[in-house]
Protein backbone atom coordinates (compact mmCIF):
# COMPACT_ATOMS: atom_id res chain seq x y z
CA UNK A 1 0.00 0.00 0.00
CA UNK A 2 1.52 3.36 -1.30
CA UNK A 3 2.23 5.95 1.80
CA UNK A 4 -0.63 8.31 0.39
CA UNK A 5 -3.25 5.55 1.41
CA UNK A 6 -2.25 5.32 4.70
CA UNK A 7 -4.46 8.04 6.55
CA UNK A 8 -3.42 10.15 9.55
CA UNK A 9 -6.06 9.49 12.72
CA UNK A 10 -5.96 12.14 15.38
CA UNK A 11 -7.18 10.53 18.75
CA UNK A 12 -8.84 13.27 20.89
CA UNK A 13 -8.19 12.09 24.53
CA UNK A 14 -6.24 9.71 26.30
CA UNK A 15 -8.45 8.33 28.65
CA UNK A 16 -9.01 4.55 28.53
CA UNK A 17 -11.33 5.31 25.02
CA UNK A 18 -8.47 7.12 23.82
CA UNK A 19 -5.90 4.89 24.54
CA UNK A 20 -7.80 1.44 23.75
CA UNK A 21 -8.43 3.47 20.28
CA UNK A 22 -4.58 3.51 20.16
CA UNK A 23 -3.67 0.71 20.61
CA UNK A 24 -5.96 -1.46 18.66
CA UNK A 25 -4.82 0.36 15.78
CA UNK A 26 -1.36 0.38 16.16
CA UNK A 27 -1.51 -3.18 16.51
CA UNK A 28 -4.30 -4.31 14.05
CA UNK A 29 -3.87 -2.02 11.07
CA UNK A 30 -0.30 -0.84 11.29
CA UNK A 31 -0.05 -0.40 7.43
CA UNK A 32 -3.59 1.49 7.11
CA UNK A 33 -2.75 4.74 9.44
CA UNK A 34 -0.34 6.88 11.77
CA UNK A 35 -1.77 7.55 14.66
CA UNK A 36 -1.55 10.54 16.67
CA UNK A 37 -3.29 10.95 19.90
CA UNK A 38 -4.10 14.72 22.01
CA UNK A 39 -4.73 14.95 25.52
CA UNK A 40 -4.79 17.38 27.87
CA UNK A 41 -3.22 16.57 31.53
CA UNK A 42 -4.38 19.39 32.99
CA UNK A 43 -8.68 18.40 31.87
CA UNK A 44 -7.59 15.08 32.98
CA UNK A 45 -9.33 11.63 32.84
CA UNK A 46 -13.03 11.07 34.30
CA UNK A 47 -11.07 8.62 36.53
CA UNK A 48 -13.53 5.68 36.81
CA UNK A 49 -14.81 2.65 35.47
CA UNK A 50 -13.24 -0.46 37.61
CA UNK A 51 -15.61 -3.34 36.37
CA UNK A 52 -15.42 -5.25 32.58
CA UNK A 53 -17.01 -7.71 30.89
CA UNK A 54 -15.35 -10.99 29.41
CA UNK A 55 -15.19 -9.17 26.37
CA UNK A 56 -12.11 -7.32 27.44
CA UNK A 57 -10.15 -10.50 27.64
CA UNK A 58 -10.49 -10.98 23.98
CA UNK A 59 -9.42 -7.30 23.60
CA UNK A 60 -5.86 -7.45 25.52
CA UNK A 61 -5.37 -10.98 23.57
CA UNK A 62 -5.26 -9.40 20.31
CA UNK A 63 -3.04 -6.90 21.28
CA UNK A 64 -1.19 -9.67 22.63
CA UNK A 65 -1.09 -7.82 26.10
CA UNK A 66 0.07 -10.74 29.20
CA UNK A 67 -2.58 -11.33 31.10
CA UNK A 68 -0.74 -11.52 34.27
CA UNK A 69 1.15 -8.33 33.59
CA UNK A 70 -1.90 -6.12 33.08
CA UNK A 71 -3.45 -7.51 36.40
CA UNK A 72 -0.39 -7.11 38.53
CA UNK A 73 -0.15 -3.38 36.72
CA UNK A 74 -4.12 -1.95 37.41
CA UNK A 75 -4.09 -3.87 40.64
CA UNK A 76 -6.99 -5.74 38.88
CA UNK A 77 -8.86 -8.52 40.70
CA UNK A 78 -10.92 -11.73 39.09
CA UNK A 79 -14.40 -10.89 38.64
CA UNK A 80 -16.74 -14.05 38.16
CA UNK A 81 -20.00 -11.77 37.86
CA UNK A 82 -22.13 -8.85 39.69
CA UNK A 83 -24.52 -9.52 43.02
CA UNK A 84 -27.69 -7.65 42.99
CA UNK A 85 -28.59 -7.35 46.48
CA UNK A 86 -32.40 -5.76 47.07
CA UNK A 87 -33.20 -5.47 43.45
CA UNK A 88 -36.60 -7.51 42.91
CA UNK A 89 -37.59 -6.88 47.21
CA UNK A 90 -35.24 -5.61 49.81
CA UNK A 91 -33.81 -8.59 51.61
CA UNK A 92 -33.37 -10.53 48.00
CA UNK A 93 -30.28 -11.26 46.47
CA UNK A 94 -28.62 -13.14 43.85
CA UNK A 95 -25.30 -12.89 41.05
CA UNK A 96 -25.45 -12.21 37.62
CA UNK A 97 -22.95 -14.74 36.64
CA UNK A 98 -20.37 -15.15 33.71
CA UNK A 99 -21.36 -18.24 32.34
CA UNK A 100 -24.20 -20.74 31.86
CA UNK A 101 -26.39 -22.00 34.04
CA UNK A 102 -26.19 -25.87 34.70
CA UNK A 103 -23.53 -28.39 32.53
CA UNK A 104 -24.16 -26.27 29.93
CA UNK A 105 -24.40 -28.82 27.20
CA UNK A 106 -27.91 -30.29 26.64
CA UNK A 107 -30.15 -29.76 23.80
CA UNK A 108 -33.08 -27.58 26.22
CA UNK A 109 -31.21 -24.66 28.20
CA UNK A 110 -31.01 -26.02 32.05
CA UNK A 111 -33.77 -23.04 33.42
CA UNK A 112 -36.74 -24.92 31.77
CA UNK A 113 -35.79 -27.84 34.40
CA UNK A 114 -35.40 -25.28 36.70
CA UNK A 115 -38.89 -23.55 36.22
CA UNK A 116 -40.39 -26.96 36.30
CA UNK A 117 -39.01 -28.11 39.36
CA UNK A 118 -39.53 -24.79 40.71
CA UNK A 119 -43.47 -24.94 40.20
CA UNK A 120 -44.08 -28.91 40.97
CA UNK A 121 -41.52 -29.53 43.76
CA UNK A 122 -39.59 -30.64 45.50
CA UNK A 123 -37.97 -26.63 45.74
CA UNK A 124 -35.03 -26.73 43.67
CA UNK A 125 -33.16 -24.20 45.55
CA UNK A 126 -31.73 -21.03 43.72
CA UNK A 127 -30.56 -20.97 40.24
CA UNK A 128 -27.52 -19.33 41.27
CA UNK A 129 -26.75 -22.79 43.33
CA UNK A 130 -26.59 -24.71 39.92
CA UNK A 131 -23.68 -22.01 38.78
CA UNK A 132 -20.25 -22.65 38.99
CA UNK A 133 -19.84 -18.85 38.17
CA UNK A 134 -22.07 -18.29 41.30
CA UNK A 135 -21.07 -20.78 43.81
CA UNK A 136 -17.24 -19.64 43.10
CA UNK A 137 -17.77 -16.34 43.96
CA UNK A 138 -20.04 -16.91 47.06
CA UNK A 139 -16.99 -19.36 48.52
CA UNK A 140 -14.22 -16.68 47.15
CA UNK A 141 -13.18 -19.23 44.97
CA UNK A 142 -10.95 -18.73 41.78
CA UNK A 143 -9.07 -20.20 39.17
CA UNK A 144 -9.14 -20.12 35.36
CA UNK A 145 -11.47 -22.14 33.28
CA UNK A 146 -10.53 -25.48 32.15
CA UNK A 147 -10.36 -25.67 27.91
CA UNK A 148 -11.93 -28.94 28.47
CA UNK A 149 -16.12 -28.18 27.41
CA UNK A 150 -16.75 -31.66 29.31
CA UNK A 151 -16.05 -30.16 32.64
CA UNK A 152 -17.82 -28.10 34.12
CA UNK A 153 -14.67 -25.71 35.48
CA UNK A 154 -15.76 -24.94 31.96
CA UNK A 155 -18.92 -23.66 32.51
CA UNK A 156 -17.80 -20.10 33.64
CA UNK A 157 -15.78 -16.93 32.66
CA UNK A 158 -14.57 -13.99 34.10
CA UNK A 159 -14.07 -10.62 33.68
CA UNK A 160 -11.11 -8.16 35.04
CA UNK A 161 -11.96 -5.69 38.34
CA UNK A 162 -8.79 -2.67 38.58
CA UNK A 163 -7.95 0.79 38.92
CA UNK A 164 -9.27 2.76 36.16
CA UNK A 165 -6.33 5.01 37.12
CA UNK A 166 -4.04 2.85 35.60
CA UNK A 167 -5.48 0.95 32.58
CA UNK A 168 -5.19 3.99 30.00
CA UNK A 169 -1.29 4.48 31.33
CA UNK A 170 -0.85 0.77 30.59
CA UNK A 171 -2.56 0.79 27.06
CA UNK A 172 -0.52 4.02 26.64
CA UNK A 173 2.92 2.08 27.05
CA UNK A 174 1.89 -0.55 24.51
CA UNK A 175 0.17 1.99 22.18
CA UNK A 176 3.22 4.28 21.98
CA UNK A 177 5.82 1.08 21.79
CA UNK A 178 3.87 0.54 18.78
CA UNK A 179 4.66 3.56 16.94
CA UNK A 180 1.85 6.44 18.48
CA UNK A 181 2.54 9.44 18.95
CA UNK A 182 1.17 11.62 21.72
CA UNK A 183 0.89 15.77 22.12
CA UNK A 184 0.47 17.52 25.33
CA UNK A 185 -2.00 20.31 25.27
CA UNK A 186 -5.61 21.73 25.81
CA UNK A 187 -7.70 21.59 22.40
CA UNK A 188 -9.23 25.16 21.99
CA UNK A 189 -10.39 25.08 18.31
CA UNK A 190 -12.10 22.47 15.88
CA UNK A 191 -11.21 23.31 12.45
CA UNK A 192 -14.13 22.15 9.94
CA UNK A 193 -13.12 21.87 6.11
CA UNK A 194 -15.66 24.21 4.14
CA UNK A 195 -16.80 22.41 1.37
CA UNK A 196 -17.19 19.15 2.70
CA UNK A 197 -17.58 19.99 6.19
CA UNK A 198 -15.28 17.13 7.94
CA UNK A 199 -13.18 18.05 10.38
CA UNK A 200 -9.80 19.36 8.79
CA UNK A 201 -7.54 19.97 12.05
CA UNK A 202 -7.55 20.74 15.95
CA UNK A 203 -5.71 23.77 17.55
CA UNK A 204 -3.69 23.51 20.61
CA UNK A 205 -3.62 26.26 23.63
CA UNK A 206 -0.40 26.81 22.21
CA UNK A 207 -1.07 27.41 18.68
CA UNK A 208 -0.22 23.96 16.99
CA UNK A 209 -2.30 22.49 14.73
CA UNK A 210 -2.58 19.23 14.32
CA UNK A 211 -4.47 17.77 10.63
CA UNK A 212 -5.59 14.10 9.81
CA UNK A 213 -7.60 12.32 7.62
CA UNK A 214 -9.97 10.93 10.15
CA UNK A 215 -10.44 12.25 14.03
CA UNK A 216 -11.74 9.65 16.66
CA UNK A 217 -13.39 11.46 19.54
CA UNK A 218 -12.45 10.24 23.41
CA UNK A 219 -12.74 13.26 24.84
CA UNK A 220 -15.10 12.02 27.17
CA UNK A 221 -18.64 13.72 28.37
CA UNK A 222 -17.65 16.88 26.76
CA UNK A 223 -17.70 15.61 23.16
CA UNK A 224 -15.59 17.99 22.12
CA UNK A 225 -16.14 16.75 18.21
CA UNK A 226 -19.01 14.97 17.97
CA UNK A 227 -21.07 17.29 20.68
CA UNK A 228 -19.96 20.57 20.83
CA UNK A 229 -18.70 21.06 17.01
CA UNK A 230 -20.29 18.68 14.68
CA UNK A 231 -23.57 19.14 16.67
CA UNK A 232 -24.69 15.41 16.59
CA UNK A 233 -27.78 15.49 18.50
CA UNK A 234 -28.00 13.61 22.38
CA UNK A 235 -31.00 10.57 22.58
CA UNK A 236 -31.85 11.08 25.64
CA UNK A 237 -33.13 8.10 28.01
CA UNK A 238 -32.86 9.23 31.72
CA UNK A 239 -36.77 8.91 31.49
CA UNK A 240 -36.28 5.30 31.41
CA UNK A 241 -33.18 5.45 33.17
CA UNK A 242 -33.42 8.38 35.91
CA UNK A 243 -29.82 7.84 37.85
CA UNK A 244 -28.18 11.01 36.36
CA UNK A 245 -24.81 11.51 39.51
CA UNK A 246 -23.02 9.51 41.23
CA UNK A 247 -21.05 10.14 44.09
CA UNK A 248 -18.06 7.87 44.28
CA UNK A 249 -15.41 7.24 47.23
CA UNK A 250 -12.67 4.37 47.35
CA UNK A 251 -11.58 2.65 50.88
CA UNK A 252 -9.62 0.39 52.31
CA UNK A 253 -10.46 -3.54 51.96
CA UNK A 254 -11.67 -4.84 54.85
CA UNK A 255 -13.26 -7.90 54.36
CA UNK A 256 -12.20 -11.06 52.46
CA UNK A 257 -11.15 -10.51 48.25
CA UNK A 258 -14.72 -11.17 46.52
CA UNK A 259 -14.25 -11.85 42.74
CA UNK A 260 -17.51 -10.36 42.11
CA UNK A 261 -18.94 -6.49 41.88
CA UNK A 262 -21.19 -5.60 43.88
CA UNK A 263 -24.86 -3.61 43.15
CA UNK A 264 -26.76 -2.76 46.46
CA UNK A 265 -30.12 -1.17 45.66
CA UNK A 266 -30.85 2.22 47.52
CA UNK A 267 -33.96 4.33 48.11
CA UNK A 268 -33.09 6.61 44.93
CA UNK A 269 -30.69 4.28 42.76
CA UNK A 270 -27.94 1.97 43.63
CA UNK A 271 -24.14 1.62 45.65
CA UNK A 272 -21.36 -0.34 43.48
CA UNK A 273 -18.85 -2.05 45.80
CA UNK A 274 -15.64 -3.61 43.82
CA UNK A 275 -12.76 -4.90 45.59
CA UNK A 276 -9.19 -4.23 44.05
CA UNK A 277 -5.62 -5.65 45.19
CA UNK A 278 -5.07 -2.79 47.19
CA UNK A 279 -8.59 -1.38 48.20
CA UNK A 280 -12.18 -1.21 47.04
CA UNK A 281 -14.04 1.30 44.99
CA UNK A 282 -17.17 2.46 46.08
CA UNK A 283 -20.17 4.68 44.80
CA UNK A 284 -23.67 5.91 44.59
CA UNK A 285 -25.36 5.67 41.37
CA UNK A 286 -28.56 8.13 42.06
CA UNK A 287 -31.64 9.90 40.15
CA UNK A 288 -30.88 14.04 41.23
CA UNK A 289 -34.88 14.10 41.27
CA UNK A 290 -34.97 11.85 44.34
CA UNK A 291 -32.34 12.62 46.35
CA UNK A 292 -29.70 15.00 46.98
CA UNK A 293 -26.08 15.34 46.43
CA UNK A 294 -25.38 16.09 50.35
CA UNK A 295 -27.95 12.96 51.26
CA UNK A 296 -26.20 10.60 48.44
CA UNK A 297 -22.67 11.24 49.99
CA UNK A 298 -23.96 10.85 53.81
CA UNK A 299 -26.02 7.53 52.68
CA UNK A 300 -22.24 6.28 50.73
CA UNK A 301 -19.92 7.45 53.29
CA UNK A 302 -22.28 5.71 55.75
CA UNK A 303 -22.59 2.56 53.92
CA UNK A 304 -18.88 1.67 53.26
CA UNK A 305 -17.38 -1.04 54.87
CA UNK A 306 -13.80 0.22 55.32
CA UNK A 307 -11.92 3.85 56.19
CA UNK A 308 -12.61 5.83 53.48
CA UNK A 309 -8.78 6.94 51.63
CA UNK A 310 -10.21 9.68 49.62
CA UNK A 311 -13.00 12.47 49.29
CA UNK A 312 -16.32 11.51 48.16
CA UNK A 313 -16.24 13.40 44.41
CA UNK A 314 -19.69 13.88 42.52
CA UNK A 315 -19.68 12.81 38.63
CA UNK A 316 -22.79 14.00 36.84
CA UNK A 317 -23.89 11.84 33.83
CA UNK A 318 -27.01 12.02 31.31
CA UNK A 319 -28.61 8.07 29.82
CA UNK A 320 -28.31 8.57 26.01
CA UNK A 321 -26.54 8.39 23.01
CA UNK A 322 -25.85 10.52 20.43
CA UNK A 323 -28.13 10.00 17.66
CA UNK A 324 -25.03 8.73 15.27
CA UNK A 325 -21.62 7.85 16.48
CA UNK A 326 -19.95 8.01 12.92
CA UNK A 327 -20.58 11.44 10.88
CA UNK A 328 -18.54 12.56 8.17
CA UNK A 329 -14.38 11.76 9.25
CA UNK A 330 -15.56 12.17 12.98
CA UNK A 331 -16.36 8.48 15.07
CA UNK A 332 -17.31 9.17 19.09
CA UNK A 333 -15.93 6.65 21.10
CA UNK A 334 -16.44 6.12 24.94
CA UNK A 335 -18.20 8.58 26.55
CA UNK A 336 -18.33 11.40 23.95
CA UNK A 337 -20.73 8.76 21.85
CA UNK A 338 -22.72 8.46 25.17
CA UNK A 339 -23.24 6.89 28.33
CA UNK A 340 -25.29 4.37 30.16
CA UNK A 341 -25.09 3.77 33.92
CA UNK A 342 -22.28 1.28 35.22
CA UNK A 343 -24.71 -0.91 36.21
CA UNK A 344 -23.68 -3.82 34.22
CA UNK A 345 -20.37 -2.78 33.50
CA UNK A 346 -20.78 -1.76 29.90
CA UNK A 347 -18.60 1.15 29.39
CA UNK A 348 -15.92 -0.37 28.14
CA UNK A 349 -17.27 -3.00 27.04
CA UNK A 350 -19.55 -0.18 24.33
CA UNK A 351 -15.81 1.38 23.73
CA UNK A 352 -14.35 -2.30 22.32
CA UNK A 353 -17.30 -2.55 20.35
CA UNK A 354 -16.46 0.95 18.57
CA UNK A 355 -13.17 -0.12 17.93
CA UNK A 356 -13.52 -3.34 16.81
CA UNK A 357 -16.18 -2.07 14.29
CA UNK A 358 -14.06 0.44 13.24
CA UNK A 359 -10.86 -2.16 12.78
CA UNK A 360 -13.55 -3.65 10.93
CA UNK A 361 -15.03 -0.67 8.49
CA UNK A 362 -11.90 1.33 8.70
CA UNK A 363 -12.10 3.43 6.09
CA UNK A 364 -10.24 4.66 2.60
CA UNK A 365 -9.49 7.68 2.09
CA UNK A 366 -12.73 8.81 0.50
CA UNK A 367 -15.09 7.35 3.08
CA UNK A 368 -17.97 5.48 1.93
CA UNK A 369 -21.37 6.35 3.23
CA UNK A 370 -22.33 2.64 3.79
CA UNK A 371 -19.69 1.83 6.07
CA UNK A 372 -20.31 4.88 7.74
CA UNK A 373 -24.17 3.65 8.00
CA UNK A 374 -22.95 -0.13 8.64
CA UNK A 375 -21.39 1.37 11.96
CA UNK A 376 -23.78 3.28 13.10
CA UNK A 377 -25.94 0.59 12.88
CA UNK A 378 -24.10 -1.73 14.53
CA UNK A 379 -23.45 0.95 17.46
CA UNK A 380 -26.93 2.20 17.63
CA UNK A 381 -27.88 -2.04 18.75
CA UNK A 382 -25.57 -2.53 21.08
CA UNK A 383 -26.64 0.26 23.13
CA UNK A 384 -30.34 -0.43 22.68
CA UNK A 385 -30.03 -4.07 23.74
CA UNK A 386 -27.92 -2.70 27.02
CA UNK A 387 -30.28 0.05 27.76
CA UNK A 388 -33.47 -2.25 27.41
CA UNK A 389 -31.46 -5.22 29.76
CA UNK A 390 -30.64 -2.38 32.25
CA UNK A 391 -34.30 -0.96 32.14
CA UNK A 392 -35.20 -4.96 32.92
CA UNK A 393 -33.17 -4.67 36.60
CA UNK A 394 -35.14 -1.70 37.61
CA UNK A 395 -38.55 -2.08 36.49
CA UNK A 396 -38.70 -6.35 37.32
CA UNK A 397 -39.27 -5.18 41.03
CA UNK A 398 -42.02 -5.48 43.50
CA UNK A 399 -40.57 -1.96 45.49
CA UNK A 400 -42.58 0.50 46.83
CA UNK A 401 -40.83 1.66 49.34
CA UNK A 402 -39.78 4.95 47.75
CA UNK A 403 -40.85 7.34 45.09
CA UNK A 404 -38.02 5.99 43.18
CA UNK A 405 -38.72 3.01 42.67
CA UNK A 406 -42.42 3.12 42.64
CA UNK A 407 -41.39 5.18 39.17
CA UNK A 408 -39.09 2.37 37.66
CA UNK A 409 -41.73 -0.26 38.65
CA UNK A 410 -44.49 1.27 37.07
CA UNK A 411 -43.28 3.49 34.11
CA UNK A 412 -43.64 2.14 30.52
CA UNK A 413 -40.60 0.29 29.50
CA UNK A 414 -39.30 0.34 25.64
CA UNK A 415 -41.84 -1.67 23.51
CA UNK A 416 -38.69 -3.95 22.79
CA UNK A 417 -38.02 -4.55 26.60
CA UNK A 418 -41.93 -5.27 26.92
CA UNK A 419 -42.39 -8.20 23.93
CA UNK A 420 -38.82 -9.89 25.51
CA UNK A 421 -40.31 -9.70 29.34
CA UNK A 422 -43.81 -11.45 27.95
CA UNK A 423 -42.10 -14.62 25.65
CA UNK A 424 -40.03 -15.06 29.34
CA UNK A 425 -42.67 -14.85 31.44
CA UNK A 426 -45.10 -17.44 29.09
CA UNK A 427 -42.87 -20.09 28.55
CA UNK A 428 -39.46 -19.39 29.63
CA UNK A 429 -38.21 -18.42 25.86
CA UNK A 430 -35.35 -16.15 25.71
CA UNK A 431 -35.85 -13.32 22.43
CA UNK A 432 -32.55 -14.05 20.05
CA UNK A 433 -30.17 -11.75 19.56
CA UNK A 434 -27.93 -12.00 16.40
CA UNK A 435 -26.01 -9.07 17.78
CA UNK A 436 -25.16 -7.45 21.04
CA UNK A 437 -23.44 -8.04 24.08
CA UNK A 438 -25.49 -10.39 26.70
CA UNK A 439 -26.51 -13.67 26.23
CA UNK A 440 -29.49 -15.83 27.38
CA UNK A 441 -27.90 -16.63 30.58
CA UNK A 442 -27.85 -13.08 31.51
CA UNK A 443 -31.00 -12.20 30.66
CA UNK A 444 -32.60 -15.74 32.76
CA UNK A 445 -30.33 -15.05 35.49
CA UNK A 446 -31.68 -11.79 35.95
CA UNK A 447 -35.23 -12.68 35.26
CA UNK A 448 -35.03 -15.07 37.64
CA UNK A 449 -33.17 -13.31 40.13
CA UNK A 450 -35.77 -10.68 40.32
CA UNK A 451 -38.79 -12.61 40.56
CA UNK A 452 -40.27 -13.66 37.26
CA UNK A 453 -40.18 -17.23 36.74
CA UNK A 454 -42.23 -17.98 33.72
CA UNK A 455 -45.45 -19.96 33.67
CA UNK A 456 -44.56 -22.53 31.41
CA UNK A 457 -41.35 -24.18 29.87
CA UNK A 458 -39.64 -25.74 27.05
CA UNK A 459 -41.72 -29.14 26.83
CA UNK A 460 -39.12 -31.02 26.00
CA UNK A 461 -37.97 -30.26 29.79
CA UNK A 462 -41.19 -32.97 30.55
CA UNK A 463 -39.31 -36.01 29.77
CA UNK A 464 -37.33 -36.86 32.91
CA UNK A 465 -39.52 -38.66 35.82
CA UNK A 466 -39.61 -35.97 38.67
CA UNK A 467 -37.81 -37.89 40.81
CA UNK A 468 -35.10 -38.59 38.32
CA UNK A 469 -35.45 -34.71 37.62
CA UNK A 470 -35.08 -34.22 41.61
CA UNK A 471 -32.24 -36.81 41.62
CA UNK A 472 -30.22 -35.17 39.00
CA UNK A 473 -31.10 -31.46 39.95
CA UNK A 474 -29.55 -32.54 43.54
CA UNK A 475 -26.89 -34.51 42.25
CA UNK A 476 -25.75 -31.41 39.52
CA UNK A 477 -25.71 -28.73 42.78
CA UNK A 478 -23.32 -31.05 44.72
CA UNK A 479 -20.86 -31.80 41.99
CA UNK A 480 -20.84 -27.83 41.79
CA UNK A 481 -20.46 -27.18 45.35
CA UNK A 482 -17.51 -29.68 46.04
CA UNK A 483 -15.74 -28.69 42.67
CA UNK A 484 -15.80 -24.82 43.85
CA UNK A 485 -14.77 -25.96 47.21
CA UNK A 486 -11.29 -27.53 45.63
CA UNK A 487 -10.66 -24.56 44.58
CA UNK A 488 -8.25 -22.08 45.46
CA UNK A 489 -9.35 -18.97 47.45
CA UNK A 490 -9.47 -15.81 45.13
CA UNK A 491 -6.88 -13.89 47.19
CA UNK A 492 -4.41 -16.80 47.33
CA UNK A 493 -4.83 -16.97 43.38
CA UNK A 494 -3.99 -13.49 42.92
CA UNK A 495 -0.73 -13.49 45.44
CA UNK A 496 0.19 -16.12 43.03
CA UNK A 497 -0.37 -15.04 39.31
CA UNK A 498 -0.36 -11.84 39.19
CA UNK A 499 0.31 -9.59 42.29
CA UNK A 500 0.56 -5.68 42.14
CA UNK A 501 4.21 -4.12 42.43
CA UNK A 502 4.37 -2.32 45.42
CA UNK A 503 4.50 1.45 44.58
CA UNK A 504 2.58 2.65 41.66
C1 LIG B 1 -19.79 6.96 37.88
C2 LIG B 1 -19.22 6.16 36.76
C3 LIG B 1 -18.88 4.84 36.96
C4 LIG B 1 -18.40 4.07 35.91
N1 LIG B 1 -18.11 2.74 36.10
C5 LIG B 1 -17.77 1.98 35.04
C6 LIG B 1 -17.53 0.58 35.18
O1 LIG B 1 -17.57 0.02 36.28
N2 LIG B 1 -17.21 -0.13 34.08
C7 LIG B 1 -17.11 0.46 32.85
O2 LIG B 1 -16.88 -0.25 31.86
N3 LIG B 1 -17.26 1.78 32.71
C8 LIG B 1 -17.59 2.54 33.75
N4 LIG B 1 -17.77 3.89 33.59
C9 LIG B 1 -17.47 4.49 32.29
C10 LIG B 1 -15.95 4.62 32.11
O3 LIG B 1 -15.43 5.42 33.15
C11 LIG B 1 -15.64 5.27 30.78
O4 LIG B 1 -16.32 4.61 29.76
C12 LIG B 1 -14.17 5.18 30.48
O5 LIG B 1 -13.38 5.66 31.53
C13 LIG B 1 -13.83 5.94 29.21
O6 LIG B 1 -13.83 7.31 29.40
P1 LIG B 1 -13.36 8.21 28.18
O7 LIG B 1 -11.99 7.79 27.78
O8 LIG B 1 -14.42 8.19 27.14
O9 LIG B 1 -13.35 9.67 28.80
P2 LIG B 1 -12.32 10.36 29.84
O10 LIG B 1 -11.70 9.43 30.77
O11 LIG B 1 -13.08 11.52 30.43
O12 LIG B 1 -11.17 10.94 28.91
C14 LIG B 1 -11.34 12.11 28.17
C15 LIG B 1 -10.00 12.56 27.62
O13 LIG B 1 -10.20 13.69 26.76
C16 LIG B 1 -9.29 14.69 27.08
N5 LIG B 1 -9.84 15.99 26.74
C17 LIG B 1 -11.09 16.47 26.98
N6 LIG B 1 -11.19 17.73 26.52
C18 LIG B 1 -10.00 18.04 25.95
C19 LIG B 1 -9.47 19.21 25.33
N7 LIG B 1 -10.19 20.32 25.19
N8 LIG B 1 -8.21 19.18 24.88
C20 LIG B 1 -7.44 18.05 25.02
N9 LIG B 1 -7.88 16.94 25.61
C21 LIG B 1 -9.15 16.93 26.08
C22 LIG B 1 -9.06 14.53 28.59
O14 LIG B 1 -7.86 15.13 29.00
C23 LIG B 1 -9.02 13.01 28.70
O15 LIG B 1 -7.72 12.56 28.35
C24 LIG B 1 -18.22 4.67 34.64
C25 LIG B 1 -18.50 6.02 34.46
C26 LIG B 1 -19.02 6.77 35.49
C27 LIG B 1 -19.34 8.21 35.27
Same mark, same amino acid.
Given at each position: ?? @? ?32 ? #? ?48 ? %? ?25 ? %? ?41 ? /? ?81 ? %? ?30 ? %? ?69 ? #? ?19 ? @? ?53 ? @??? @? ?39 ? #? ?9 ? /???? /? ?26
Amino acid at each position: MG @EDQRLRVVIVGGGTAGWMTAAALTKLLPTRCDVH #LVESEAIGIVGVGEATLPHIRAFNERLGINEAEFMAATRATFKLGIEFQN %WGKIGDSYIHPFGTFGRGTGEVEFHHY %WARQFRDGPAPGAMGDYSMAVTMAYLNRFMLPDPDPAKLESTF /SYAYQFDATLFAPFLQRVAQGLGARRTEGRIVDVELDGESGDIGAVVLESGERIDGDLFVDCSGFVSLLMGRKLEEPFEDWSH %WLPCDRAVAMPCKTQTALTPFTGAIAMPAGWR %WRIPLQHRTGNGYVYSSAHVSDDEARDALVAAVEGEPIAEPRVLKFKAGRRRRSWVGNCIAVGLSSGFLEP #LESTSIYLIQAAISRLVELFP @ERNISPLDRDEFNRLIDIEYDRIRDFLILHYHATTRDDSPFWDHVRTMRVPDTLH @EKM @ELFRRRGRVAKYREGVFLDASWIAVYIGQGIVPDGHDMRAD #LPSSTALANAM /SALR /SEIRQRAEAMPDHRAHIERYCPMAEAA
